[in-house]
């Protein structure tokens, strides 16, 4: 009588529990998004959020923190991406969370600006703290996270890691240093399964440039130049008139970016890279310098490439990205 209540028991079980366990809704994907308290990380990660995603929003200040935790599907947590211990401690609060992480977003970012020969080297450190050292550790450390997940990084470069000016030197060479990090990156991290790509966002309403306004101004006098005075008063000007209350920047939200970035995070197909600018003149100068740079390359070189074989390798490009594995094979052994 015993064994047979015991068979009525597993029966029930393995036919009533188990199904319903198997309904069972999947936990949301979670992503790590750092420097999340405004412009570019803050619109994501309330996209991300709204859209039925779990969101870790880095952030550096306790208001911050609060006012995201606020928000559903958002969790704070501490994280200055120049300190290797809150690196190190946000690793270890989201692997105890155990929600995994599908995705890591690079976004914490800072500006400065000015000529390249009178770049102070408190600031060129600054720059690189933040912008190549910063997305480098943290990588680094949330690596086997994303790697478990077979997950997706996406790298938040700008439109100055491709073309760059007077004044923007430095913080395009940060950019810049991006994009090869991002190549690199997405080539080592496909055989381990994890999609790497950059989103290369154009003038978009941020705080990065409120700030470097205000830390401009916070030292007008040392960023008086010797060589570029006229250069450097406008940038001086630009940010008094930026600093003022009540200016209200002409640049779009960032939303674009942010649909973005969600794209490069759980498309189906993700791209590599991610032009994402707010007009067509943006757009064409950003073409405009691949196309400068690369007739820089072959004309007058040993190996340039004609016009003709420029677009051919345009169309075979476009074919191979089309399916056409087969598009460069007769170039392969070629000298």
Same mark, same amino acid.
């Given at each position: 009588?015993y ?6 028991v597993? %029966?029930?079980?393995s036919?009533c529990?188990v199904p319903s366990l198997?309904a069972q ?8 998004i750092t420097g999340? @308290?405004?412009g570019?990380g803050r619109?994501a =990660?309330e996209?991300?959020a709204?859209?039925?995603y $779990?969101?870790y929003a880095?952030?550096?200040k306790?208001?911050d923190?609060?006012a995201?935790?606020r928000i559903?599907?958002i ?5 200055d #991406?120049?300190?290797?211990k809150e690196?190190?401690?946000a690793v270890?609060h989201i692997?105890?969370?155990? *929600?995994?992480?599908?995705g890591l977003?690079?976004?914490?970012g800072?500006n400065?600006v ?5 770049f102070?080297?408190?600031d $060129?450190?600054?720059?690189?703290? #933040?912008? #190549?050292?910063g997305?480098?550790?943290?990588t680094?450390?949330?690596?086997p996270l994303v %790697?478990?997940?077979q997950?997706r990084i996406?790298n /938040?470069s700008?439109v100055?890691?491709?073309? @760059?000016g007077s004044?923007?030197?430095?913080y395009?060479?940060t950019?810049?240093? %991006?994009?090869?990090? @991002? ?6 991290? &496909?055989?381990v399964?994890v999609?790497v790509?950059?989103i290369?966002p154009?003038?978009y ?13 916070a030292?007008?006098?040392?960023a ?11 940038h001086i ?6 600093? @003022?209350?009540g200016?209200?920047?002409?640049a779009?939200?960032?939303? =674009?970016?942010?649909?973005a970035?969600?794209q490069?995070? $759980?498309s ?6 991610y032009?994402v600018v707010p007009?067509r003149?943006t757009?064409g ?13 072959n004309?007058d070189?040993?190996?340039g490439?004609? *016009?003709e074989?420029? %677009? &051919? ?7 191979f990205?089309?399916? &056409?594995?087969?598009? $460069?094979? !007769?170039? /392969?052994d070629? !000298?």
């Open positions: 009588m064994l047979r209540i015991v068979s009525v597993v %029966i029930c079980l036919h529990l198997a809704p999947e936990e949301p994907k979670a992503v790590l999340a @308290t405004t570019i619109v =990660a996209r991300l709204a859209n039925g $779990f969101v880095g952030a550096r306790a208001k923190i609060e995201l935790n559903e599907n969790q704070a947590i501490r994280l #991406v120049t300190i290797q690196i190190d401690a270890e692997r105890r969370e155990g *929600r995994g992480l599908w977003v690079n976004n914490a800072v400065v000015g000529p390249l020969i009178e102070s080297d408190q $060129f450190d600054f720059l690189f703290d #933040v912008n #190549v050292r997305v480098f550790s943290v680094k450390a949330f690596a %790697i478990e997940s997950g996406v /938040i700008s100055s890691g491709i073309g @760059t004044a923007y030197g430095p395009s060479m950019k810049h240093a %991006i994009e090869a990090f @991002t190549d690199a990156l997405a080539e080592e991290m &496909d055989s399964g999609t790509a950059a290369e154009g003038n309403s941020s705080a990065i440039g409120l700030t470097r306004c205000q830390r401009m101004l030292k007008a006098e040392a008086a130049s010797q060589y570029w005075a006229e250069m450097m008063k406008e000007e630009y940010c008094r008139e930026r600093v @003022t209350p200016y209200k920047s002409s779009p939200e960032p939303f =674009a970016v942010a649909e970035i969600e490069a995070l $759980f189906a197909s993700p791209k590599k890279r032009l007009d003149g757009a100068w950003v073409t405009w310098s691949l196309v400068a740079d690369l007739l820089d390359l004309i070189a040993d190996y490439f004609s *016009r074989e420029i %677009i &051919d390798l345009m169309d075979r490009e476009i074919a990205r089309a399916g &056409d594995e087969a598009a $460069f094979d !007769d170039l /392969i070629e !000298d």
